[in-house]
């Protein structure tokens, strides 16, 4: 386990061999072991292997290639639909259509998340988690016919690995832990928790490749910026709303 | 890793032993190797174990005893305060004062969490994750000092049991598995799927406790109630506006 977790890489490409049925299971079995609120388990996992499914799973996910590369698409969903059905079959009113139980259930649907990853890493299987589930999720409710009550929270692509990528960097611990209270970042800490990554080879060849100055602009004009969160939250937001979760 | 996975309880009772040093160092390294959104590591994690710290968390997490008796208590938080710090000391205008920027922060925040839960399982530590994190997020920025741009998302207690339960019950694979799209459940499948809940020995205890007709009415009647789901969904969600996470 310890070293499952210590040599986690996300995988980027895959070989087309499928995943036995066997070791699908034992992941999605390992999946559903992981803590849940009241053991309410408030979500769902869909398994997408169709091809057809998944090359529209692949423009919702702006078309990164691993999604057709790879064998199996595991997406996670915050689900309060059969909960919501047991309860009303069982003489009983269910008052989760808020946006603290939208949150709870994508509690449950991401630590369940994070157990398939690790039992898939542990078999020799490599994973990538794909963020742009919340910038779509309206395409991927559409996509894998979610109801109402179920939102997209992540998606796992999962399949024997392609590449042999090497560890990816960190902050130092300290940059991340705190003691008893939040002490909060000095420019000189962050000076400090930052000067390895500021100074990183890869980060020289991705300022000139990018023509800026700074990582940190990377990270503001290229890749999350401003107009594009605003654009994917409010979308998202919508896409809560919509499924039943009121605010 | 399986074998830790698939033993995984909830620990209710813990002894007073402390963690060594060594191996709560293990465990924060092994949250710090989860996946993150872009590797921005945008999630922190307080570690308390301050008697007097403690007693304020108790009272926010309804007073579960627990918080009291376990060695450690690990608050994992959403935080852009570090990333935005650094942004503008290296001349980026950080724009993740939106609510998908929240959401990517507690997911980063949960994916750690699972890492450190399993690890520390793995090492013969109990935990317990305190759902009230979310309920009572306000009274915990207060406590543990969290600046603008961070925001409590789960909790982690963590310490030697001083208790053997056994494994809890899980609904059967189908009932939270879809295959290729989402099949919505009918009115049979919910009474299949929640069968063996529904008669169990522990839920027939329960129902002469609480003298209610069915399981379903004790997590809408007495645990999970529209009341409280309402009051506490707006408390959370006025917790992130009021912490810079516009919506």
Same mark, same amino acid.
């Given at each position: 386990?310890?070293?499952?977790?210590?040599?986690?890489?996300?995988?980027? #490409?895959?070989?087309?061999?499928?995943?036995?049925?066997? *070791?699908?299971?034992?992941?999605?079995?390992?999946?559903?072991?992981?803590?849940?609120? @009241?053991?309410?388990?408030?979500?769902?996992?869909?398994?997408?292997?169709? #091809?057809?499914?998944?090359?529209?799973?692949?423009?919702?996910?702006?078309?990164?290639?691993?999604?057709?590369?790879?064998?199996?698409?595991?997406?996670?969903?915050?689900?309060?639909?059969?909960?919501?059905?047991?309860?009303?079959?069982?003489?009983?009113?269910?008052?989760?259509?808020?946006? *603290?139980?939208?949150?709870?259930?994508?509690?449950?649907?991401?630590?369940?998340?994070?157990?398939?990853?690790?039992?898939?890493?542990?078999? +020799?299987?490599?994973?990538?988690? *794909? +963020?742009?589930?919340?910038?779509?999720? /309206?395409?991927?409710?559409?996509?894998?016919?979610?109801?109402? /009550?179920?939102?997209?929270?992540?998606?796992?692509?999962?399949?024997?690995?392609?590449?042999?990528? +090497?560890?990816?960097?960190?902050?130092?611990?300290? @940059?991340?832990?705190?003691?008893? #209270?939040?002490?909060?970042?000095?420019?000189?800490?962050?000076?400090?928790?930052?000067?390895?990554?500021?100074?990183?080879?890869?980060?020289?060849?991705?300022?000139?490749?990018?023509?800026?100055?700074?990582?940190?602009?990377?990270?503001?004009?290229?890749?999350?910026?401003? #107009?594009?969160?605003?654009?994917?939250?409010?979308? *998202?937001?919508? @896409?809560?709303?919509?499924? @039943?979760?009121?605010?």
């Amino acid at each position: 386990m310890k070293e499952t977790i210590l040599n986690h890489r996300t995988i980027r #490409k895959y070989k087309d061999d499928p995943i036995e049925k066997s *070791l699908l299971s034992a992941i999605l079995t390992a999946a559903s072991r992981a803590s849940t609120t @009241g053991n309410m388990q408030v979500y769902s996992i869909i398994v997408t292997t169709n #091809k057809a499914i998944k090359e529209k799973l692949w423009e919702a996910h702006f078309r990164q290639n691993m999604v057709l590369q790879a064998p199996v698409i595991l997406t996670f969903c915050a689900d309060f639909n059969r909960f919501n059905k047991w309860c009303r079959q069982r003489k009983a009113e269910p008052g989760y259509d808020n946006f *603290l139980s939208f949150f709870t259930a994508a509690i449950d649907a991401l630590l369940a998340a994070q157990n398939a990853a690790l039992a898939a890493e542990e078999q +020799g299987l490599g994973i990538c988690y *794909l +963020g742009t589930t919340t910038y779509n999720a /309206d395409m991927i409710i559409d996509i894998l016919d979610l109801p109402s /009550d179920v939102i997209p929270v992540t998606t796992l692509v999962v399949g024997y690995p392609d590449e042999s990528p +090497g560890l990816t960097d960190r902050l130092p611990m300290e @940059g991340i832990v705190h003691q008893e #209270k939040y002490r909060d970042y000095e420019p000189a800490d962050i000076d400090r928790i930052y000067a390895e990554k500021d100074n990183s080879e890869l980060t020289q060849k991705l300022l000139q490749e990018n023509n800026l100055e700074t990582l940190a602009q990377i990270f503001t004009q290229k890749r999350y910026t401003k #107009k594009d969160n605003e654009f994917f939250s409010q979308k *998202l937001l919508e @896409g809560i709303r919509k499924q @039943g979760f009121g605010m």
